[in-house]
T-cell receptor
Framework: EAQVTQNPRYLITVTGKKLTVTCSQNMNHEYMSWYRQDPGLGLRQIYY???????DKGDVPEGYKVSRKEKRNFPLILESPSPNQTSLYFC????????????FGPGTRLTVL | AQKVTQAQTEISVVEKEDVTLDCVYE???????LFWYKQPPSGELVFLIR??????QNEISGRYSWNFQKSTSSFNFTITASQVVDSAVYFC???????????????FGQGTRLTINP
């Protein structure tokens, strides 16, 4: 089954404790992206990757890191989480062309205390 | 910069009523793509439709229909004979090309929370 998986689905942590949210896709997509969803703001892009070892900032990259060592995986790293990073996070993947729909993972609900 | 506006934050209707969700977009691109996604209470994002800027033909899929009008920069979504299972947050999105290879970024509207009451 074609899918994007994220782990964990739910996470409660404390300020400053490094964490990683994993994202994996099995569709051989070149393009992967992270979004955060906050009430009244829709989804906003954090980082994206156009292929292995190619990453770039989205609209709200502060406080986040990513890596793309393998085509299928695109982890999101919070080196020192803060309460303003409490949000619902989605990973997405697609073919490279802009007319292709993005496939979204199930979401990770993160709470930073 | 590209922008998507969904002015209706919340809509509540009684089952079997028709309901239209509005979406207005701004872009300088001549070629662009518009999307609708559904987010049910379970939280996942479900793709509903993609429309490119050259195709203004309206589309119908069962109880769902979409009205794309370039003249007013709108891409509205209508649910006919609504059902309780249609209750969800609906997002309109516009694709934006990033970089020389045109990789896609989605610019989302704020979302409209639709509640269908029995």
């Amino acid at each position: 089954e074609a899918q994007v998986t994220q782990n964990p689905r739910y996470l409660i942590t404390v300020t400053g404790k490094k964490l990683t949210v994993t994202c994996s896709q099995n569709m051989n997509h070149e393009y992967m992206s992270w979004y955060r969803q906050d009430p009244g703001l829709g989804l906003r892009q954090i980082y994206y990757s156009m292929n292995v070892e190619v990453t770039d900032k989205g609209d709200v990259p502060e406080g986040y890191k990513v890596s793309r060592k393998e085509k299928r995986n695109f982890p999101l790293i919070l080196e020192s989480p803060s309460p303003n990073q409490t949000s619902l996070y989605f990973c997405a993947s697609s073919k490279l062309l802009k007319d292709n729909e993005q496939f979204f993972g199930p979401g990770t609900r993160l709470t930073v205390l | 910069a590209q922008k998507v506006t969904q002015a209706q934050t919340e809509i509540s209707v009684v089952e079997k009523e028709d309901v239209t969700l509005d979406c207005v977009y701004e872009t300088r691109d001549t070629t662009y793509y518009l999307f609708w996604y559904k987010q049910p209470p379970s939280g996942e994002l479900v793709f509903l439709i993609r429309r490119n800027s050259f195709d203004e033909q309206n589309e119908i899929s069962g109880r769902y229909s979409w009205n794309f009008q370039k003249s007013t920069s709108s891409f509205n979504f209508t649910i006919t004979a609504s059902q309780v299972v249609d209750s969800a947050v609906y997002f309109c999105a516009l694709s934006e090309a990033k970089g020389s290879q045109g990789a896609q970024k989605l610019v989302f509207g704020q979302g409209t929370r639709l509640t269908i009451n029995p």
